[in-house]
């Protein structure tokens, strides 16, 4: 189970030739907040919108291009004038009332509508909607992972559902025609793709760990089902937090869903109803649940600049989970992954398609290439371990995080933490394993 979920985990498969273009093309401009009002229509798959963003000039800006999907913008407004903007390639192109000088700031207004076939995902016969990775799906903004922003998000939804969303909630709203408006606001600004929320006929059941507050949902379990299904969620936080060297932050939301393969985002993740299914047979099978945790840290707090580094979010995700099911459930446990992941590669070199971790190549990424960054990646930092030995190698992965806590890095940032901790060079061992090809 835990090979076919780790190719393909975190909705991998809908990253955007786009992406990996944004991370090397200089925007211009800083996105500093998004303020979204959202009303998805379960029934018919649709969204309606409407956001506003500030942003800042990193040079004279006279335009400013978001990602935008397939959403159809239909009209943009700065202060009360109405701005000319453009749809194409995935992109809204809207031009500025005026230049604005380098420093300065300002705000865009954007309504738009769509239905998306992706990022949003909607489950009628469940009453559900749910986001998963493709954020310009559902709202204009910056799909490129070097892109942090905070966020105020707000979704209406009919009466009767229960919801969770990225940031801090605040009190719902009961419109006059019956409706209910959730609100979340994330104060500390995350890159696009970990925004989202989940919203459906839910059950709930909450636990406190600490300072943390724990929340499950699932429209097919019931809340003594759920808290078997997560009760290991509590002592995977804390394992992450010691080798982080951070402690989490907020609380911590898990809902089971229709579909997905697993996604985490800002302060929650999603699985699907089948993995609680899947858990409540079998307590051992954490991985998944970790795997999402664990991107708590890696990936959301330190997060890769470009998907060419997209190694340091999952074959980091990859090799703390099985960190953390080596001190759950014992060493066999850890070398049980480590010949799961070596296998892969060996397969990979067999077909000739074995690469360098870290590549620009990543527009139409196949299984062989996620192969790559998920499990040839958690293999190579098994082997960094081993290189390093266990004192050094997690002072260096406590550094590294450290250092970088709410940064956008590249790999060479990784090697030189490492390399610190090591007290050498460990340039030999990158271009051999991650810059080349083993
Ligand atoms: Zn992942």
């Known amino acids: ?21 944004h991370a090397s093309t200089p925007r211009g401009f800083d996105v500093l907040h998004y303020d979204v009002a959202l009303v998805p229509d379960i029934a018919h798959k649709r969204v309606t919108g409407q956001q506003t963003l500030r942003l800042r000039a990193e040079r004279e800006l006279r335009a400013v291009t978001l990602d935008s999907g397939a959403l159809t913008v239909t009209a943009v407004m700065q202060a009360d004038r109405a701005l000319a903007f453009a749809q194409h390639d995935a992109k809204v192109q809207i031009t500025l009332a005026e230049p604005l000088p380098t420093g300065d700031t300002a705000s865009v207004t954007i309504r738009y509508h769509g239905e998306p076939a992706y990022g949003l995902e909607f489950a009628p016969e469940r009453d559900e909607v749910y986001t998963i990775f493709s954020t310009s ?25 229960l919801a969770a969303g990225t940031g801090r909630a605040l009190p719902l709203r009961t419109l006059p025609d019956g409706r209910i408006e959730h609100r979340w606001q994330l104060e500390t600004p995350m890159p ?10 839910y059950q709930e059941a909450t636990q406190q760990h600490g300072t943390i507050g724990l929340r499950f949902l699932s429209s097919e379990r019931s809340p003594a089902q759920l808290q078997r299904v997560f009760t290991a969620t509590g002592g995977m936080l804390d394992f992450f937090a010691d080798r982080a060297g951070l402690p989490y932050r907020g609380d911590y939301q898990q809902a089971l869903v229709a579909r997905t393969i697993g996604q985490e985002m800002a302060g929650m993740s999603l699985m699907s109803e089948r993995y609680g299914q899947q858990m409540l047979e079998d307590p051992t099978q954490t991985a998944l649940m970790a795997h999402e945790a664990a991107h708590q ?15 340091l979010n999952e074959g980091m995700a990859n090799f703390m989970t099985a960190a953390y099911l ?11 992954q480590v010949t799961i992941w070596r296998t892969r590669l060996d397969a990979l070199r067999a077909k000739g398609a074995d690469h ?27 082997l960094l371990r081993v290189e390093m030995g266990e004192a050094a190698f997690w002072r260096g992965i406590r550094d590294y995080t ?22 050498r060079s460990l340039q030999p061992f990158f271009a051999q394993w991650v810059y080349g090809v083993g």
């Open 1 to 21: 189970m835990f090979v076919r979920l780790c190719i393909s985990l975190c909705g991998v498969s809908l990253l955007l030739g786009s992406a990996a273009a």
């Open 356 to 382: 360098a971790l870290v590549y620009a190549e990543w527009n139409a990424p196949t299984g062989d290439d996620r192969a790559v960054v998920y499990q040839k990646g958690a293999y190579v930092l098994h």
């Open 326 to 336: 080596q001190q759950a459930q014992g060493e066999a446990a850890y070398q049980a």
């Open 137 to 161: 799906q559902w709202m204009p903004s910056v799909d490129a992972p070097d892109e942090r922003a905070t966020l105020d998000l707000s979704v209406t939804l009919p009466a009767g559902l």
């Open 192 to 201: 696009g793709y970990v925004y989202g929320f989940t919203a459906g006929r």
């Open 297 to 311: 840290w890696w990936g959301n707090r330190v997060t890769c600049a470009g998907w060419e580094h997209f190694w």
């Open 402 to 423: 450290r250092a970088n806590d709410g940064r956008s890095v590249v790999t060479v940032d990784f090697q030189r933490a490492m390399e610190a901790a090591a007290g």
